[in-house]
């Protein structure tokens, strides 16, 4: 047997590759997959670095990776779900099986401030509309030192994992847990931003995903027959909660073809990212209040 993490991890590596598994949750291929597990199995709270692979594997450990990597293939469970930690926006985050996993583009949105399209400086109130995990209220709250940040969702469960990482990261003070459906909780509230990780899965292509996704709950991705349910409501409501010079940035994923088709005169802008990923757009206050921004109330 392996003696060394770097042996065991090629090993594991391998293993997974013949699984025929789906990477999508956090990572991308069987590696990281593998590094993920590992680190768990190591009882490591940092990345992989290059002097852990030297490390000898004792016995109660290899046999932790082993139980993680049998659950990993048998059930197909995603490895978050079983370390129940990842990052997003350089950000460590406890996670379970009541939200889904992080891996949105938007974090490189945070990263980089929303720069051009909006001068962090002025940035005072942000909303993070469907937290989830808190995942992006917390980056944007750390990316946006002097600003408050409000995070809302339907599910309480999901609100309660966001609630841990909130206070791991000691932000109670400036992150404000809400329970709302969409903007229903959120009367008289405006923002510089909202941004938005809705479900945004259609009915077809939820019956298709990869066994990995069945894990994750299924209110946070399915979004009616053409998977824009959410993303209608965010368009007809999101301009009385923006102040003027604010933006909306929206994640729709597959269902950015559909929603072009569904709004033919709102001027969407499709958002690039570094790391890949896509399906993201940005609109401005004023082209939401625009003649063809009332596209969202016609076209529902």
């Given at each position: 047997m392996p003696s060394t993490a770097g042996a065991l991890l090629d090993r594991a590596t391998r293993t997974l590759q013949r699984a025929r598994l789906h990477f999508g949750h956090g990572t991308d291929n069987a590696r990281d997959e593998a590094g993920a597990l590992l680190l768990h199995a190591l009882r490591r709270s940092r990345p992989l670095a290059a002097s852990d692979l030297r490390t000898r594997v004792s016995k109660?450990?290899?046999?932790?990776?082993?139980r993680l990597l049998e659950r990993r293939m048998r059930e197909r469970i995603p490895a978050v779900y079983l370390t129940h930690r990842c990052y997003f926006a350089g950000v460590p985050l406890y996670i379970d099986a009541?939200?889904?996993i992080p891996r949105s583009p938007i974090a490189e949105l945070i990263e980089r401030r929303f720069v051009p399209w909006i001068d962090p400086a002025r940035v005072r109130a942000i909303l993070d509309l469907g937290t989830g995990s808190g995942c992006i209220a917390i980056a944007c709250a750390r990316a946006f030192p002097k600003a408050r940040v409000d995070a809302s969702d339907i599910d309480p469960d999901a609100l309660a994992v966001a609630r841990i990482n909130v206070h791991r990261h000691r932000l109670e003070r400036r992150v404000r847990l809400l329970r709302s459906d969409h903007f229903s909780a959120l009367a008289g509230a405006s923002?510089?931003?909202?941004v938005s990780n809705p479900p945004y899965v259609g009915a077809r292509e939820l019956h298709g995903l990869p066994l990995e996704y069945r894990h994750e709950p299924r209110l946070a991705l399915a979004a009616g027959e053409d998977g824009l349910d959410s993303a209608?409501?965010?368009?007809?409501?999101?301009?009385a909660h923006l102040k003027p010079g604010g933006i909306l940035i929206v994640e729709v994923g597959n269902s950015e073809t559909a929603l072009r088709r569904a709004f033919p005169r709102l001027p969407f802008v499709w958002l690039a990212f570094a790391r890949g990923g896509g399906g993201v757009f940005l609109l401005e206050h004023r082209q939401?209040?625009?003649p063809?921004?009332?596209?969202?109330?016609?076209?529902?």
């Amino acid at each position: 047997m392996p003696s060394t993490a770097g042996a065991l991890l090629d090993r594991a590596t391998r293993t997974l590759q013949r699984a025929r598994l789906h990477f999508g949750h956090g990572t991308d291929n069987a590696r990281d997959e593998a590094g993920a597990l590992l680190l768990h199995a190591l009882r490591r709270s940092r990345p992989l670095a290059a002097s852990d692979l030297r490390t000898r594997v004792s016995k109660p450990q290899r046999a932790r990776f082993e139980r993680l990597l049998e659950r990993r293939m048998r059930e197909r469970i995603p490895a978050v779900y079983l370390t129940h930690r990842c990052y997003f926006a350089g950000v460590p985050l406890y996670i379970d099986a009541r939200v889904l996993i992080p891996r949105s583009p938007i974090a490189e949105l945070i990263e980089r401030r929303f720069v051009p399209w909006i001068d962090p400086a002025r940035v005072r109130a942000i909303l993070d509309l469907g937290t989830g995990s808190g995942c992006i209220a917390i980056a944007c709250a750390r990316a946006f030192p002097k600003a408050r940040v409000d995070a809302s969702d339907i599910d309480p469960d999901a609100l309660a994992v966001a609630r841990i990482n909130v206070h791991r990261h000691r932000l109670e003070r400036r992150v404000r847990l809400l329970r709302s459906d969409h903007f229903s909780a959120l009367a008289g509230a405006s923002y510089d931003i909202i941004v938005s990780n809705p479900p945004y899965v259609g009915a077809r292509e939820l019956h298709g995903l990869p066994l990995e996704y069945r894990h994750e709950p299924r209110l946070a991705l399915a979004a009616g027959e053409d998977g824009l349910d959410s993303a209608r409501i965010i368009l007809r409501d999101a301009a009385a909660h923006l102040k003027p010079g604010g933006i909306l940035i929206v994640e729709v994923g597959n269902s950015e073809t559909a929603l072009r088709r569904a709004f033919p005169r709102l001027p969407f802008v499709w958002l690039a990212f570094a790391r890949g990923g896509g399906g993201v757009f940005l609109l401005e206050h004023r082209q939401l209040l625009a003649p063809h921004g009332h596209a969202a109330h016609r076209d529902r």
